[in-house]
C-alpha cells in the first residue's frame, strides 16, 4: 500500500515537472512570436508619382527590418494604396523574403493606378492636396500558424 502510495507522488511529481517545462516552453515561443510581430518595422514610402494622361504610375518603396535575433521569412505582403481618404488599388508581393537580424530588406515596386479610379487623380489635381496612405500586412509564419503583421504609412506627395 506504502509502495502504491510513493509510486503515486513520483508519478505526479513528474507530471507536474513535464507540464512546468512545457509550460515554459510555450511561453518562450509566444514571446518570441510576440516579439516578432511587434517589433518587425515595415515602413511604406511613395519615391514619385508619374502622372501622364490616361496613365498614372507610383513607385513606391517598403522598407523591412528585423530587430530580432532569428530570421524569419515573409511570403506575402499585400496592402492598399489611398489618396485623400479614397480607395485606389490594392498589390501584393508574393516574393518569399528571408528577413535576417538587424537587416533592411526594401522592396521597390510600380504600382499602376486603375483607370476607373482616375476621378480621384482629377480631384486631387483640382484640388491640389495629395495625401496618400499605404496600409497593409507582410504574412508570415510561426510556432502559432500563420501570422500577420500590420503596417501604415502617410505621405504628401505631389506628381512629378
Do not use: C
Amino acid at each position: 500500500m506504502m509502495k502504491s502510495r510513493l509510486r503515486i507522488t513520483q508519478i505526479l511529481i513528474l507530471i507536474a515537472v513535464v507540464t512546468s517545462i512545457l509550460n515554459i516552453y510555450m511561453a518562450l515561443q509566444y514571446l518570441e512570436a510576440y516579439e516578432r510581430v511587434i517589433r518587425t518595422q515595415i515602413v511604406a514610402t511613395l519615391q514619385e508619382v508619374d502622372l501622364k494622361p490616361e496613365e498614372v504610375r507610383i513607385t513606391l518603396v517598403i522598407n523591412i527590418r528585423n530587430p530580432v535575433s532569428s530570421p524569419f521569412t515573409i511570403y506575402r505582403v499585400e496592402y492598399d494604396l489611398h489618396l485623400n481618404g479614397k480607395y485606389m488599388t490594392h498589390d501584393s508581393i508574393t516574393k518569399a523574403l528571408e528577413i535576417t537580424p538587424n537587416r533592411d530588406v526594401m522592396l521597390e515596386r510600380t504600382v499602376m493606378i486603375p483607370p476607373e479610379r482616375m476621378f480621384t487623380i482629377s480631384e486631387a489635381i483640382a484640388s491640389g492636396e495629395w495625401r496618400w496612405k499605404v496600409s497593409g500586412a507582410a504574412h508570415t509564419t510561426t510556432f502559432f500558424g500563420e501570422t500577420i503583421i500590420r503596417f501604415a504609412s502617410t505621405m504628401v506627395l505631389e506628381p512629378s
